[in-house]
């Protein structure tokens, strides 16, 4: 064969084969990933895969993105991206059932109007535009539900929100959680305004069934029975109790010996300790009547000493980090941040026959018992480190019941209180007869026990400013109910890493600096305190505490004047101090940006540009040499 038609078929068969290779990549290498972020941003939980490859029928995803609004924003645009790229990494794990759809809704266009129909929330513009990044969710017998907006604060949620929604669209009925509670964050659906976040959160996943302190009986069906600080309660509540134990065999305790959270809210009449007396010794764990106080895990708080704000450890607020939880159970094996406690108690555990305990938060062994009482005025980290003995062992936070139970009423119901009231009476017989009594368990029970009522407390864990929590508290909660309900696929996904990446330094540098700032106006206070004691017979004639207004020319002497026309001096010259930490901080964070646009931008060019130069030389001296 001639050499040009060989070159030609040679080059037809490549391109054939070189296209025929693409096609079955395209095909037979759709689902495989190289994932390169630090956090594996792109690499799905196994509670993800689970979901996605367990769908008993296929569900739609209409991802609606305002694509080219947001590209004016760039934190929006980036976090838009996060979802598509999370959406894409579900649907090709799902072998075909999750079908991803997007749209980018114009203004007054009919997308707008499907995502305006379906109840999509958006974030307004500049422009007045309305900016649309939601998900709304179909499965074949058309049940909807939707996440109205995907905010970029809850990006660590952000898997755990997908899944979810792809799981209810598998299962649309919810788990019913029974919620009994004295603190009045807990008290509703997850919908009222002073809710707590944790409560809202519920209120995604479960349908809350609020319980009031006076119930005669439990509902009949609800999956999980959540007491939180329960108020006291008589014995044929808790009977009632024990028998829904003895059922259904689901049940999440959080009991408190001191509760920072109730007395904050009611004062003197709070609710100080809840306990489930006399139902420990048949469930075999119980609270002990001291606070557990932590000097190792002692959560850093805000204190003014000397007239100085400064950060110190509070040993009353624990701060349990990864390391002292268990990476065994599902519920916390994936927790990545602290859980924070506030006033929290320990628990003492001696399952009977046929259960067992497994820890799943523990203290350090440097915790130490301190009086209820006296946690419950929250003395300063000195008073509670000067009567300090430690305990020399790690204590229980938050334990795991399992197994199979006995009734703490052998003898039967208690006497129950007849109403005077005919009707009423009837009704409360009907109700004794109707309900068959277990002594031991129908079902083995799984419960859940927390050492600390006040971990449900925004206060504790949730930051003010951008209502996102900043330790894994309500994880922790979440992560329990849906075991408890059978949901354990979802229960390691709500703590994922964030995509953004801080850049320490720079927060390094800005602490630092904001402490110097502080230190400025402390100095700056403690003058104008002095200089208000010395002026008081001046505020006397009329003048006030206000240095920098008002007629203070009348009836003043030239000692007087010159000590107004000091202070005013010195608080110029403070502020000139404030200015200059303020440009130091500044230069410094200017330097770092230098640095780092030489290492980013520059570097990299000349890098290429010396290895070329090498090159050329290595090449130069082999064609001398030849």
Do not use: C
């Not at 080059?11 to 972020?37: E, K, P």
């Not at 002073?194 to 009031?212: G, K, N, Q």
């Amino acid at each position: 064969m001639q050499r040009r038609p060989f070159l030609v078929l040679a080059s037809f068969f490549a391109f054939l084969i070189f296209a025929g290779l693409n096609i079955a990549a395209q095909s037979w290498l759709s689902t495989a990933r190289l994932d390169f972020t630090e956090n594996r941003l792109y690499t799905l939980s196994d509670g993800t895969r689970e979901v996605a490859a367990s769908l008993a029928e296929p569900v739609d995803l209409t991802f609606v993105f305002s694509r080219r609004l947001a590209a004016e924003y760039p934190a929006m645009r980036t976090y838009g991206a996060r979802v598509r790229e999370l959406l894409a990494e579900i649907a090709a794990k799902s072998g075909g059932d999750v079908r991803v759809r997007e749209v980018d809704p114009s203004p007054f266009s009919a997308e707008e109007d499907e995502a305006i129909a379906a109840g999509l929330s958006s974030a307004p513009t500049s422009d007045g535009d309305p900016l649309y990044l939601g998900v709304i969710g179909r499965n074949s017998v058309d049940d909807e539900i939707i996440i109205p907006f995907l905010g970029p604060e809850r990006e660590t949620l952000l898997e755990y929100d997908l899944a979810r929604l792809i799981a209810q669209l598998d299962d649309p009925q919810p788990p019913r959680v029974g919620v009994l509670s004295s603190l009045p964050g807990l008290q509703g659906r997850g919908m009222e305004a002073d809710a707590y976040y944790v409560l809202r959160e519920m209120a995604r996943s479960f349908e809350i069934v609020p319980i009031t302190d006076d119930f005669d009986r439990l509902p009949d069906d609800v999956d999980v029975l959540l007491l939180a600080h329960p108020p006291e309660l008589s014995d044929a509540q808790l009977f009632q109790i024990d028998q829904f134990i003895l059922r259904t065999g689901r049940a999440f305790f959080a009991l408190d010996p001191a509760s920072k959270a109730s007395l904050a809210t009611r004062g003197r009449l709070g609710q100080l300790r809840s306990d489930l007396a006399p139902l420990d010794e048949s469930l075999g764990v119980r609270l002990a009547p001291e606070v557990l106080v932590d000097r190792v895990l002692a959560l850093p708080v805000e204190l003014i000493e000397n007239g100085r704000r400064v950060v110190a450890p509070q040993p009353l607020f624990i701060a349990s980090p990864p390391a002292n939880v268990s990476d065994e159970d599902p519920i916390t094996a994936d927790l990545s941040r602290a859980v924070h406690f506030g006033l929290a108690g320990r628990l003492i555990a001696e399952p009977p026959f046929g259960a067992a305990v497994e820890t799943l938060i523990a203290s350090s062994p440097s915790a130490a018992p301190l009086e209820a009482r006296a946690a419950a005025r929250e003395p300063p980290p000195a008073d509670v480190f000067a009567d300090y003995v430690e305990y020399g062992a790690v204590q229980k936070l938050a334990v795991r019941l399992s197994g199979e139970l006995r009734t703490a009423f052998p003898d039967g119901p208690p006497p129950a209180d007849i109403p005077d009231d005919p009707v009423l009476a009837e009704l409360a017989l009907a109700n004794a007869v109707d309900t068959p009594v277990l002594t031991v368990s129908a079902t083995p029970a799984e419960i859940i026990f927390i050492a600390d009522a006040d971990l449900f407390d925004d206060g504790f864990y949730v930051n003010p400013t951008g209502d996102a929590p900043v330790a894994d508290n309500a994880a922790f909660i979440l992560n329990a109910l849906d075991n408890l309900t059978g949901d354990a696929a979802l229960a390691g996904l709500r703590s994922r890493a964030p995509s953004a990446r801080p850049m320490s330094r720079v927060e390094t540098m800005r602490a630092e600096a904001r402490e110097r700032l502080y230190a400025e106006q402390a100095s700056l206070e403690a003058r104008l305190a002095e200089t208000e004691t010395a002026l008081a017979d001046l505020r006397a004639r009329g003048a006030g505490s206000d240095f920098f207004a008002g007629d203070l020319s009348a009836d003043l002497t030239d000692a007087e004047r010159g000590e107004i026309a000091r202070f005013r001096t010195e608080a110029l010259d403070i502020r000139e101090r404030l200015r200059l930490v303020e440009g130091e901080f500044r230069a410094d964070i200017d330097k770092l940006a230098g640095r780092l646009a030489l290492l980013n931008i520059w570097a990299p060019p000349f890098l290429v540009l010396v290895l070329w130069v090498v090159m050329l030389q290595i090449r130069a001296r082999r064609r001398a040499q030849t």
